[in-house]
């Protein structure tokens, strides 16, 4: 690996310039996502060569403490011996099939158990494939088309979804995107997040029509926020009232914010839930499940058609396996409390410190610090944020060898490779950051 050529971590080295040039020749924007072009904060992106524990290498050898873990896969930090013994055992039995293996079969047992609502589940490839599948579902099985989704919520780049969407479309300020049809758009319908009247009055225009509730339990893509005291409650009230189902998208929330998911931690069920990242190990798996009068109405069993050639890889199932393992540990998400509790409050301590407008907004071992003034409950909230402020976060953050997201508009993660320690380096350098402004 090269030597760094600068101490100026904020800037990429030579090798990940070199990179990022010539994949900007052959990659649109030389990314295979948008967010980590790293435009909303001004810097190019740096190329990763290597992951250990809670730490990455970039390709100029220069090592961070990574706060994205994978954008949520990467709850047990990076290269986990034990998911890489997994992996490769699976490995050497053969990498696909396109037919059933055993693997598949454990992996459905193990969510259902981990997630009762979860009567049957299909394995996918992306939490994209696993939001689209359930919606198709949800449109199938109720015969009826319109679809809620939130404002400032993402599920994911499926056309219908991409309406008002957070993630990436919030932090580059593309409010839908080209090449959706109208078509497609129009059965989406709009609320903001954590408002219940917004959708009984949604209800009461479109009830007999509505298909679908899609929500993040925790929303994680317009920066982290929480639901309300009876929120999720009241949205399981109101579909349960005009025959809709509620889909939970715990892609990023499903074993991060405990074993049981979203749904476990605040005691609400859905009708379908969609998993991903955590569940594939760090490998491409995701699935969607639910209740079984519902999922039977997939082919071959019903009509509503969805397939998928990697669909329950095996290496990615015995990868998700693995990790499934690890988390049921006892004592696996009190640790993640204690540390996320440890950043939260260090974080907020060191923006008070400074006196800059914030808010940290945490669940468990996810969290996202808005440069705003409280409380920020929805997406209009969340972008009333400093973005500027953030981009200059960031920079410092990454010169002082922390890897943060490059977005207002995400959640930051810390996973069970970190240490108290490790925790209060992060704490330092944003210490550090924030008083110079
Ligand atoms: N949509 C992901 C963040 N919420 C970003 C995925 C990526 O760039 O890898």
């Keep these: 690996m090269a030597a760094p050529d600068s101490d100026d971590l904020a800037q990429p080295g030579p090798v990940s310039r070199a990179l990022f040039a010539r994949a900007q020749r052959v990659i649109p924007g ?209 579909t349960q009232q005009c025959g809709a189902l509620l889909i939970f998208d715990e892609v990023i929330t499903g074993f991060r914010v405990g074993y049981g998911g979203a749904q476990g931690h605040y005691g609400v069920t859905p009708d379908l839930t969609c998993v991903g990242k955590i569940v594939g190990g760090g490998l491409p798996a995701a699935a969607f499940g639910g209740r079984a009068d519902v999922m039977d109405r997939l082919a071959p069993l019903g009509p509503v058609y969805q397939a998928g050639t990697l669909s329950g890889n095996p290496l990615a199932m015995a990868a998700g396996l693995a990790m499934l393992d690890i988390l049921r540990r006892p004592g696996t998400y009190d640790r993640l409390e204690v540390l996320g509790a440890r950043l939260g409050a260090g974080l907020t301590a060191a923006a008070q410190a400074a006196g800059v407008p914030h808010v940290l907004n945490r669940v468990g071992s996810a969290m996202t610090l808005f440069f705003c003034d409280g409380p920020v409950r929805s997406y209009a909230d969340a972008r009333r944020a400093d973005t500027a402020r953030y981009a200059r976060f960031f920079a410092g953050m990454r010169a002082r060898g922390v890897f943060l997201p490059p977005s207002q508009f995400e959640a930051m993660f810390v996973s069970l490779a970190f240490d108290e320690a490790l925790v209060d380096e992060v704490v330092a350098a944003a210490r550090d950051v924030l008083a110079a402004g």
């Design 30 to 238: 030389g990314v295979n996502s948008p967010v980590r072009a790293c435009r909303s904060v001004g810097v190019d992106p740096l190329f990763i060569a290597q992951g250990d524990g809670p730490y990455i290498t970039d390709a100029d050898g220069r090592r961070y403490i990574d706060m994205i873990g994978s954008w949520g896969p990467l709850i047990v930090g990076h290269s986990h011996p034990v998911l890489l013994d997994a992996i490769a055992e699976a490995m050497s039995y053969g990498t696909t099939f396109g037919a059933p293996t055993e693997l598949e079969v454990r992996f459905a047992e193990t969510l259902c158990e981990a997630l009762p609502s979860m009567q049957k589940v299909r394995a996918v490839s992306s939490g994209t494939e696993a939001t689209m599948s359930a919606l198709r579902l949800a449109r199938g099985f109720t015969g009826r088309a319109k679809i809620v989704k939130m404002d400032g919520g993402y599920h994911g780049h499926t056309d219908c979804l991409l309406v008002a969407a957070g993630s990436g479309a919030a932090t580059l300020g593309i409010p839908g995107s080209a090449g959706v049809p109208e078509g497609a758009a129009r059965d989406t319908l709009v609320v903001p997040y954590n408002d219940l009247d917004a959708l009984r009055a949604v209800i009461a225009a479109h009830g007999d029509d509505l298909a679908a509730v899609i929500v993040e339990p925790v929303a994680g893509n317009m920066g982290l926020v929480a639901p309300e005291p009876g929120y999720l409650e009241g949205l399981r009230a109101l």
